[in-house]
């Protein structure tokens, strides 16, 4: 079975520059979650879809953030414009649905800005 | 609100040797918990859950955790540690009101030959 997929791995700009992160959830999942970890920390939820819908976004900051999961399979996070403080790993992780807490992760996108 | 607490930074335990990675949380409810490890350059990977039963949960590579809700407890173990379980480990908490998973600051094991 395929995991999560990401990409890209790793991803340098500079700063008001936009980026965009892709996730590809293990097939039937109908959950995907974006966090963000930063250095040293655990990750922390940015957004929770449930197939398209987004159920939790309480945690993006949506004045730069956004997302979308048009079709409930793969989604895209996208900055813009990225600040010098959004140099962080992204994570995407999916689950069978909301009621199945056992999340699969992604390897992240590592994201620098300069 | 909810809450994950790894006390320590870093774990240090020889080869062979017995090891512990502490836990504590605070939930409204009947908490799930989790232990993810990862490692360098990786996605978090599952090793165990609770959520219901057997307050002692095995889990992958030998981990185990013990359930403690007196405690509010779940800490990581392994009855004998290897060079390779060197990594950074994760606890995690789930439950109450919402379906959000907390994650813990992480500590990392580091298992000396």
């Known amino acids: 079975e395929a995991g999560v997929v990401q990409s890209p791995r790793y991803k340098i700009i500079e700063k008001k520059q936009p980026v965009a992160f892709w996730c590809n959830p293990i097939?039937?999942?109908?959950?995907l979650y974006w966090y963000l970890q930063n250095l040293g920390q655990g990750p922390e939820l940015l957004i929770r879809?449930?197939?398209?819908?987004?159920?939790?976004d309480s945690q993006l900051p949506k004045d730069r953030f956004s997302a979308e999961r048009l079709k409930g399979v793969d989604s895209t996070l996208k900055i813009q414009p990225a600040e010098l403080g959004d140099s962080a790993v992204y994570l995407c992780?999916?689950?069978?649905?909301?009621?199945?807490?056992?999340?699969?992760f992604g390897p992240g996108t590592r994201l620098t800005v300069t | 609100a909810q809450s994950v607490a790894q006390p320590e930074d870093q774990v240090n335990v020889a080869e062979g040797n017995p090891l512990t990675v502490k836990c504590t949380y605070s939930?409204?409810?009947?908490?799930?918990l989790f232990w993810y490890v990862q490692y360098p350059n990786r996605g978090l990977q599952f090793l165990l859950k609770?959520?219901?039963?057997?307050?002692l949960v095995k889990g992958s590579y030998g981990f185990e955790a013990e359930f403690n809700k007196s405690q509010t407890s779940f800490h990581l173990k392994k009855p004998s540690a290897l060079v390779s379980d060197s990594a950074l480990y994760f606890c995690?908490?789930?439950?109450?009101?919402?379906?959000?998973?907390?994650f813990g600051t992480g500590t990392l094991l580091a298992v000396q030959p």
């Open positions: 992780a999916s689950s069978l649905s909301q009621d199945t807490y056992e999340q699969y």
């Open positions: 097939s039937g999942h109908n959950t």
């Open positions: 879809y449930e197939n398209e819908e987004a159920v939790d």
């Open positions: 939930v409204s409810g009947n908490p799930y």
């Open positions: 609770y959520i219901t039963g057997d307050n």
């Open positions: 995690a908490a789930g439950g109450g009101a919402t379906n959000k998973l907390i």
